[in-house]
């Protein structure tokens, strides 16, 4: 990238840690960490490697059922993600602990409880990703025959986080008077919360002092109309997909303005599309290592799992031969989100059929970036210089592997070109986000 004297703005990089990686056939490689998946020594690897990189945080996905629809293709969800950060606060210093919680099954005051205790437990690292839940399955779980409606959920993650982050605010830790001779708490400075909401009543105040960001991290994935405005009046950090800059550009900016209306700074919201990187010394070696993953796809099922993307017969396409033609999305009458990553995917890359499906299986429509250190490092500026991000969400499609790989090789470079932190300036989370030790002139 060019010197050019004007600012460039400091980047963010945030470790999804999800199984083995985020490839669906990353497990059944010879050398998979499929075998350590319950044992916490993996997991504290992971967050010490990301944590070598300075990177602003490791986060853990959940899913509140077995899922059953696709477990037998390969692992989802292990260890419980809090208890699980819990134990990284204890084996790291300095990086942020992001967990899911669903507004949907959990209460506030719950949330708010065991938030606050990773908070003061990992001495301000603690984050959290509202989710509302996704599947019938795992509202089953939660004594609900299904999931409520799209409007409802969002209006109950609205109530979710306003009760949540009251709590956080209802005992000041300045009420803390440890006076041998008099009171250990100023009860006068406790704030009864007196939420009465649709969905929630929570009395207060919260049973733990007030923590030591005072309100640990907000983070939202949202891509629907209401997600979105509950990223926008909320969020610190989204976590988004965007296949490419063009489409990344757009939500970004589509947060900014929303994030503006509501009376917030634009700056102050963190966006970081998720990212998949398969990283060579050459590119040719950075395509062989994609490729060796591509060929433990169980083909008749990756085939059957583009058919319904797409919505044609696939099982006759020639794996190594380009794909046939397919209509625009105009046309399309099945799910249009996907249907038009995969449109997206087909005209910037021409991959052939087997391509598209390690495509699709490394990263869902998230971007991919395959080549040598220095050409994944342009393109990771080139986004944030166009304004398509603040940074990315790192999605490994092998693990320990592929954070081995982006901290060892990727990180050095980003660093030599002033684009990212050599060692933390801050010790909690939110530090992390509003760092601008990567601006360069």
Known sequence: MGDDAVARRALHLNLFAFGC???????????????????????????????????????????????????????????EPITTLTALARATERIGLVTTVSSTFWTPFHAARQLAGLDHISGGRAGVNVVTSMTDEEARNHSLPGLPGHAERYGRAEEFVTAMTALWDSWPRESILAD??????????????????????????????????GRPVLFQAGASEPGRDLAARYAEGIYAVAWDLESARAYREDIRARASRCGRDPDAVVVMPGLVTFIGSTEREARERQRALNELLPVEDSLRQLAFFVGADTSSWDLDGPVPPLPPLEEFTGPQGRYATVLRIIESKRPTVRELLGYLAAGGGHATFVGTPESIADEIERWVDAGAADGFNLMPPALPEGIDDFVEHVVPVLRERGRFRDGYAGSTLRAHLTDDVGRVG
């Open 21 to 79: 990686g985020h490839h669906a056939a990353a497990w059944r490689a010879p050398d998979s960490s499929v075998d350590r998946l319950g044992d916490i020594a993996y997991w504290e690897e992971l967050a010490r490697t990301a944590e070598r990189g300075g990177l602003d945080a490791i986060f853990l996905a959940d899913g509140q059922s077995v899922g059953l629809d696709g477990i037998d293709r390969g692992p989802r969800w292990f260890l």
């Open 180 to 213: 041998a001779d008099g009171a250990y708490v100023d009860t006068a400075q406790l704030r009864p919360v007196d939420h009465h909401g649709e969905w929630f009543d929570v009395a207060g105040p919260l049973n733990v002092p007030q923590p030591p960001q």
